[in-house]
């Protein structure tokens, strides 16, 4: 494998420094000469020491750079993550900055870089179309990331041009998965953030617990493999062994599986079309001894029926359940308002916000504008705690 440059876009992340350990590992295949984070400068640093990029952003600018990183440029402010894609001209960019945050650099990244490689699902959350469109427009290969989507497009290497006739999204079912109805509204963020599967960014953690991620996921499957809603079923799988499945005509179901370790759909994104001989836990299927599987209960978990809503309504809905949930996470995270009241959110936003035709990445971020304002409102309007 001939050397390849990658920008690691949220470098800091839970995705960003797997990837980063996956360039480690083999840094005759990748140079990571692109690092950006947000605000932990502290980290940042340490990384750029260890991998020497050429270029490095960070949204908010630290007080001062170390004298050892001066060498390399340095962009600071809200749009530093694309400017220093730009700057550092590498083929590849890993788009792993969580939220809406990340649309702008998934849009740079298809005119400037070879290959996408996708983990930011927020940005096909809010974006999908127009992202699909500038990628087939381009052609530039647009690779997934997040698990159920790789194990998805890795079974669909076998399609041989076949109809897919059905898409199964697995679903560990979040830390609440056992919980009573009345118990998961007043979660704690210590009971949401110990995720039983996988270790990840407090965004995504929390919505796995409300299963609005698996609705996201819905979303981000419609827009990568072309599929309508009602051919994309979800299946709680607690194990995390079937990272997700692709049904045929035929009746014949492919999975793909796997220890749950994040570094494998990673390192897949990153060597495609090549398997990187990355040393992950073997799976051991008599120790598992078995599997399981139920349907979603969307009684208790309301936000991945009304991520479903969302796309089935399209326009605009998307995006306003996504920028409801970010304003309703964030301020779960700070411990203002109870687990329960995210779903409300994001219920009321739907319900008041008017769906509107999306033609342009600027009509993305008016409805956004338009959902945070009404989850703020509704975060005002009520004495929270
Ligand atoms: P994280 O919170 O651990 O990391 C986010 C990164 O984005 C950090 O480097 C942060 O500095 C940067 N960032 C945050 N806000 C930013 C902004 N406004 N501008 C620029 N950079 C910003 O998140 P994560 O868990 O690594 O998730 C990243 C993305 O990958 C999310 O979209 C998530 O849904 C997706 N994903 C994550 C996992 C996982 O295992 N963590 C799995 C599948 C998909
Ligand atoms: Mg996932």
Known sequence: MKTRTIAILGATGSIGTQALDIV????????????????????????????????AALVKEPEEIPEDLRSIQW???????????????????????????????????????ERVLLANKEALVTGGDLVM?????????????????????????????????????TCSGGALRNWKKEDIYHA????????????????????CASMVNKGLEVIEAHHLFDMPAERIEVVVHP???????????????????????????????MGFPHRLPYEAKPLDFAALGHLDFAAPDHDRFPCLGMAIEALKAGGSAPVVLNGANEVAVGAFLREQIPFGRI??????ALDSVPVRAISSISDVYEADRRARECAEKQLGMRNEK
């Not at 550092?88 to 005119?111: N, T």
């Not at 427009?137 to 669909?156: M, N, R």
């Not at 963020?189 to 929390?206: C, E, S, Y």
């Not at 014949?252 to 370790?261: C, N, R």
């Open 24 to 55: 480690r590992r083999y840094p005759e295949a990748f140079k990571a000469d692109c690092l950006t984070a947000c605000g932990s400068a502290e980290k940042l640093f340490e990384l750029c020491r260890a991998f020497r990029p050429g270029v």
């Open 75 to 113: 962009f600071f402010g809200p749009d530093s993550t694309v400017r220093a894609l730009v700057a550092s001209k590498c083929q590849d960019a890993l788009c792993a900055i969580v939220g809406i945050a990340g649309l702008d650099a998934v849009w740079h990244a298809l005119d400037v870089c």
């Open 133 to 169: 469109a500038k990628a087939a427009a381009t052609g530039k290969p647009l690779l997934p990331v997040d698990s159920e989507h790789s194990a998805i497009f890795q079974c669909l290497q076998a399609r041989q041009g076949n109809p897919v006739k059905k898409l199964l999204l």
């Open 188 to 207: 704690t963020v210590r009971d949401v953030l110990a995720h039983p599967t996988w270790n990840m960014g407090g965004k995504i953690t929390v919505d």
């Open 239 to 269: 194990q995390s062994v079937i990272h997700s499945m692709v049904e045929f005509e035929d009746g014949a179901v492919l999975a793909q599986l796997g220890m749950p370790d994040m570094r494998g759909p990673i390192g897949y994104a």
């Open 343 to 348: 779903p409300e959110i994001i219920r009321s």
